[in-house]
């Protein structure tokens, strides 16, 4: 399996703009989560899906983000109007949670490292 | 609000000597994870622990939890400089059956050669 996979890597947008991020989460896994990392406030849960129902988004900072999880395969976080304080790397994380031994073990992606200037 | 506390948030240490990083809470966890995070890349697990008391052992890194399922301990012997990295412990919660977890806010290590 090639594992979680996010797009882009890095982005680097003006103020103003509106920039999604893409994730494509592991085969068969019905849990995927949107995490935002900084220095200052570390690894912060923003919103997560269990078989494509958002089911906690009380983690996205205010209306400028949504999310959304059209299918198994593929889900977005998207920013709009972008503020140079959402300058962050962006997780997307997947899991399996059918199973009581495998739940709760998340699988990240690499990341998307976002620059607003 | 941050549930779980980590300590040391920083620690530097010279190859070969030993250490211990701590996860804290006043919250009962039904299970507890390791991760470790590299430059450019996403958290990786290293273990998870779900008994009180239990001990689990990766090679050189010793993983405990505690008995009342609140704190977690990680002590790493002999370190190496590719030890280096941020170390996140992570809680779970039983009665979620959607796999969400507690992140701490992690431990950054550095093993200088």
């Known amino acids: 399996d090639a594992g979680v996979i996010q797009s882009p890597r890095h982005e680097v947008t003006e103020m103003g703009q509106e920039v999604t991020l893409r994730c494509k989460p592991i085969?068969?896994?019905?849990?995927l989560f949107w995490y935002r990392q900084t220095m200052m406030r570390g690894l912060e849960l923003l919103i997560y899906f269990n078989n494509n129902v958002p089911i906690d988004d009380s983690g996205m900072p205010e209306d400028r983000f949504s999310a959304k999880m059209p299918n198994a395969s593929f889900s977005t976080l998207k920013i709009q109007p972008s503020e140079p304080r959402d300058s962050a790397v962006y997780f997307c994380?997947?899991?399996?949670?059918?199973?009581?031994?495998?739940?709760?073990?998340?699988?990240f992606g690499a990341g998307t490292r976002l620059s607003v200037l | 609000t941050q549930l779980l506390e980590q300590s040391p948030q920083f620690l530097s240490i010279q190859e070969g000597e030993n250490l211990t990083v701590y996860c804290n809470s006043s919250s009962v966890f039904s299970s507890l994870q390791w991760y470790r995070q590299e430059p450019g890349e996403g958290p990786v697990l290293l273990v998870t622990?779900?008994?009180?008391?239990e001990v689990k052992k990766l090679k050189r890194l010793t993983f405990q939890f505690g008995d009342a399922r609140k704190d977690s301990s990680l002590h790493i012997t002999a370190a190496q400089p590719g030890d280096t990295g941020l170390y996140l412990c992570a809680g779970g919660r039983g009665s979620s059956n959607t796999g969400k977890l507690i992140f701490g806010q992690g431990t950054t290590l550095q093993v200088k050669p």
């Open positions: 994380a997947s899991s399996y949670t059918a199973s009581r031994i495998a739940k709760n073990i998340q699988y």
């Open positions: 085969s068969g896994h019905n849990s």
């Open positions: 622990v779900v008994t009180g008391g």
